[in-house]
Structure formats: C-alpha cells, structure tokens
C-alpha cells in the first residue's frame, strides 16, 4: 500500500468522525447562525473530500510504500503533541497551546529558532483574531486570560 493510500485512508476515516460527532453532538446552526458543530462539520467534509481525491489519486499511481525515509520517533512526538494540546487546551488557554504546539511543528521541520517563534505566534495571534475577534467564538482563556 502506498504511503499517500495509507494517509489518506487514515484523514478519510478521521473525516467521516469528526463530522459525524460534530452532527450528534453538537447543534450545527444555519449559515447565517451557524452553532458550535458548523465549523468542525465541513472541515470534516472538505478533509473528507480532499482525502477521497488522494485515495483516487494513490490508487491510480500505484507506489509502493517504503518506510526507509519514515522517521517514526517524529510520528510519535506529533501524535503525543496533538495528545498534550487536547489535554492542556482548558489549563493552558487556546493562544498560549496554540503557539506551543506550532513552534514544534516548525522546528521538527528543522526551521530556524527566531522563524519558528514568529510563525508560530502569528499562527496562534491570527487564530485568534479569527475565532475570537472575528467569528466571536467561545475560546479557553487559560491563566493568561487570552
């Protein structure tokens, strides 16, 4: 199976949850007032949508999977990442996490410390602005109050 099949079989399965928890468990609103299960619900759907094209894509290609270049230790830390951002979302606030988890990301991927730290809070700044300031969503505050 190839390494694109395989990921895009994974984000399939994890689309169809998330939208399906996002129909059940949460009011999905209107358009014009949409409610807290609106916007998980089509990412699920666009994330869904987007992995049915690579599944069609990978099945016509036909590569096969080597795991040679697969760094698994990193795997593992972005998967206990995704885990500690769950977990410390309410006690850390949503900027403070959000900025956290994205300076990971950016210096697994070998960046620079000083491109890491301003990307990665302009990623969490801008998520905010656009949750909170301009969408008016609800977000943990954390002991920062931001």
Do not use: C
């Amino acid at each position: 199976m190839s390494r694109d099949l395989t990921s895009a079989l994974f984000w399939l399965a994890f689309a169809i949850f998330f939208s399906i928890e996002s129909l059940t468990q949460l009011k999905l609103g209107t358009l014009h007032q949409p409610g807290p299960g609106f916007f998980p619900f089509w990412a699920g759907v666009v994330l869904g949508l987007l992995s049915l094209i690579l599944v069609l894509n990978s099945l016509r290609n036909r590569e096969r999977l080597s795991l040679s270049g697969l760094k698994s230790w990193k795997l593992l830390l972005v998967a206990g990442a995704l885990l500690a951002y769950l977990l410390l979302l309410e006690t850390l606030g949503f900027v403070t996490i959000t900025f956290l988890f994205l300076f990971l990301l950016l210096r697994l991927e070998y960046k620079g410390w000083m491109f890491s730290a301003a990307s990665a809070l302009a990623g969490a700044v801008a998520s905010y602005a656009i949750f909170q300031l301009w969408l008016k969503t609800q977000l943990p505050a954390g002991p920062f109050g931001f």
